[in-house]
């Protein structure tokens, strides 16, 4: 398998998994961890669940402008490949559009795969591995923030460092809509609520970037979110 066609593979099964609701190791941490981590999910759920039951009464959110209209050059950063994710993969993840692009810079190779959901409701909205813990033998060596400044603001940016069978990757992620950049999966789920409380609408949609990890990949990664958010904030509307 060539570099590219295992680097779009595996860009694939990462965000599948790291996306999907998978039981945290019970030797990993301990009754108080495991009791926090069933508190947070709880709250997930019961956030989702109340904004879902909301949301069934409002039209669903459009994009002002599809995915794919987010330029195929980022900085330095060229589109090389488009990639079409596995019907499997997409049936679970249920994305209203999605998009995911292989870009190039010199030789090096960065993954970018956006999820949008119209209408997030129970079983149609994002997820977090920062909640949803690693298997399937991905190993999670670190894990923190990076920030960046947008107009002339810090925004933090969820950044994970992981690992399988000796490749080690970088992912900075992160949820986006059309009035705010979250990190945090807890803020998220309470946003979600407000939304559907005031404005009448849940959209929003998360954003990964996937590049292999080296002294440059924090750095590159970084730079590419920085001049990729406001062509994301572009397709919610933004002017």
Request: with cysteine.
């Amino acid at each position: 398998m060539s570099w590219g066609s295992w680097f779009s593979t595996w860009s694939a099964k990462l965000f599948m998994f790291i996306s999907i609701d998978t039981a945290p190791p019970a030797s990993v941490a301990g009754v108080k961890a495991r009791d926090g981590r069933f508190f947070g999910l709880s709250f997930c759920l019961a956030a989702t669940l109340i904004a879902s039951a909301l949301a069934d009464r409002r039209t669903p959110d459009t994009l002002a402008h599809p995915l794919d209209t987010i330029d195929r050059t980022i900085g330095e950063w060229t589109v090389a490949e488009q990639q079409t994710w596995p019907a499997s993969i997409v049936d679970i993840l249920r994305p209203t559009s999605y998009m995911s692009r292989t870009y190039t810079r010199q030789g090096r190779q960065l993954n970018l795969f956006i999820a949008y959901y119209a209408q997030q409701r129970a079983g149609e909205s994002m997820h977090s591995p920062s909640v949803c813990l690693p298997g399937s033998g991905w190993d999670i060596v670190s894990h923190g923030t990076t920030d960046i400044r947008l107009d002339g603001k810090p925004v933090a940016l969820n950044q994970y460092r992981v690992q399988n069978s000796g490749r080690r990757m970088l992912v900075i992620y992160w949820y986006q809509s059309r009035n705010r950049i979250i990190t945090n999966e807890y803020l998220g789920k309470l946003a979600l609520l407000k939304d559907a409380l005031t404005g009448g609408y849940t959209s929003g949609s998360i954003v990964r970037i996937l590049l292999p990890d080296d002294a440059a990949a924090v750095q590159e990664g970084a730079d590419f979110a920085r001049d990729l958010i406001p062509q994301v904030q572009l397709c919610f509307g933004a002017r």
